[in-house]
Structures are given as structure tokens and as C-alpha cells.
């Protein structure tokens, strides 16, 4: 297995343009993780999945972005309408909950650029 | 809300011991973690500390937490070169795996010769 894969690693896109970021998490982690991490700060949460299920959704999640796990493997995280504001990394990350606590890996993450 | 608080930057010398703080405002989190960044990589978790511990000790790296006081560090003892990071901290009310993760600024820490 070699951990957390995103795609594409780089994307310089024109405001107003939709993109779409793709994960694949650790096989058989039943939980997939997207964060977002503005320059000179931490990552932000912005939402998960159980299998193929959407638990919870961060207010930085506005209606412009969606995330989809359709069978419980891989996740895309779409961006329409895209601003300059949405310029960041987006990092995802896998894990498998059996029990309190388990390790989370990321991946290297996917660098946005809105111009 | 939540908040995390970290200095910006740590320069120690090669060899020393370095010490990250961290303190939050959530009372009610149940693990703190500590990742590490090195440029263009994703994050890597280093430790964590479920709160009703004191301390962790894994190899070079200790974990302190004052619950009471709601302080969080993490010592790295006799650093090296390949340290030079930035080091996260982050709090969870939930427990268990990344969601609902809240992290700090990150502390650059910055290793001389």
C-alpha cells in the first residue's frame, strides 16, 4: 500500500472555473478526511466520511463546494464557481475507526491556485 | 469556540533539545496530537496524548500536558538536522482518527549547525 494518494498534485485554474480533486485513501480505511490549509496556517476541517456516508460538514463547506465517497473507497471534492479565496491546499486524509483512537495518515495534498 | 495556539518559529542548535508549546481553550478535548510537515509533504503524526495523561514518552520525543492549565509541549531531545519542520498541534473533542480536528498556526522550527 502506498498510503494516501491525491490528484492532482497541482492545479492553477481561472476564477469562476469548477475543478475537481480526487482521493484515494489506504484500502479498506473506512474513514476519508478533507482538510484545507491556507498559507502560514493549519489545516481546517471541512468534512468526513464513514464508508460511503457524509457525517459531518464544516461551515467552511459553503454550497459552491461538494464532496462525494459513492462506494466507499475513493472521494472527489468538487469546487464550482471557484474563488480567489479558495486558493489553499486541500489535504485528505484516511483512517480506520475500529476503536478510541487510530492513526489518521494524510496525503501529500493538492495545491489549488485560483488566478 | 476552539483555539489553538502555537509560537510562529524555534531555532535550536543541532543537538540541543527543542521544546514546542501549544495551549488550547477546549476543556472538553479528549486527545491532543502532534503532526509534523516537511515542505511540500502532507502531515505525519508524531504522538498523541489522550487528557487524563501527564506524559508520553516515544524515543526522542516527550509529551507534557497540564490539563489544568491547558498546555500541551512537545520536547525533541538531541535534534538533528532532519527535524527541521513545521510541527502542528491539534486538539479533538471526539477521539479517534482526523475528524473534527483543530490545529494551530504550526511552529517552524529552525535547526543551526
Known amino acids: 500500500d502506498t498510503g494516501v494518494s491525491q490528484d492532482p498534485r497541482h492545479k492553477i485554474t481561472k476564477r469562476g472555473q469548477n475543478v475537481t480533486f480526487r482521493c484515494d485513501p489506504i484500502?479498506?480505511?473506512?474513514?476519508l478526511y478533507w482538510y484545507r490549509q491556507t498559507l502560514g496556517q493549519g489545516p481546517e476541517f471541512l468534512t468526513y466520511f464513514q464508508n460511503e456516508a457524509q457525517l459531518e460538514k464544516s461551515r467552511l463547506l459553503s454550497d459552491r463546494f461538494s464532496a462525494e465517497r459513492p462506494k466507499g473507497s475513493f472521494s472527489t471534492l468538487e469546487i464550482q464557481r471557484t474563488e480567489q479565496g479558495d486558493s489553499a491546499m486541500y489535504l485528505c486524509?484516511?483512517?480506520?475507526?475500529?476503536?478510541?483512537?487510530?492513526?489518521?495518515?494524510f496525503g501529500q495534498g493538492t495545491r489549488l491556485t485560483v488566478v | 469556540g476552539e483555539d489553538v495556539e502555537q509560537s510562529l518559529f524555534l531555532s535550536v542548535r543541532e543537538g540541543d533539545s527543542s521544546v514546542i508549546n501549544c495551549t488550547y481553550t477546549?476543556?472538553?478535548?479528549?486527545?491532543l496530537y502532534w503532526y509534523k510537515q516537511e515542505p511540500g509533504a502532507g502531515l505525519q503524526l508524531l504522538t498523541y496524548i489522550f487528557s487524563n495523561m501527564d506524559m508520553k514518552q516515544d524515543q526522542r520525543l516527550t509529551v507534557l500536558l497540564n490539563k489544568k492549565d491547558k498546555h500541551l509541549s512537545l520536547r525533541i531531545a538531541d535534534t538533528q538536522t532532519g527535524d527541521s519542520a513545521i510541527y502542528f498541534c491539534a486538539e479533538s473533542t471526539t477521539g479517534g482518527g482526523a475528524d473534527g480536528l483543530t490545529f494551530g498556526k504550526g511552529t517552524h522550527l529552525i535547526i543551526q549547525p
Open positions: 477546549d476543556s472538553s478535548s479528549t486527545y
Open positions: 486524509a484516511s483512517s480506520w475507526r475500529t476503536g478510541m483512537n487510530t492513526e489518521a495518515f
Open positions: 484500502s479498506e480505511h473506512n474513514r
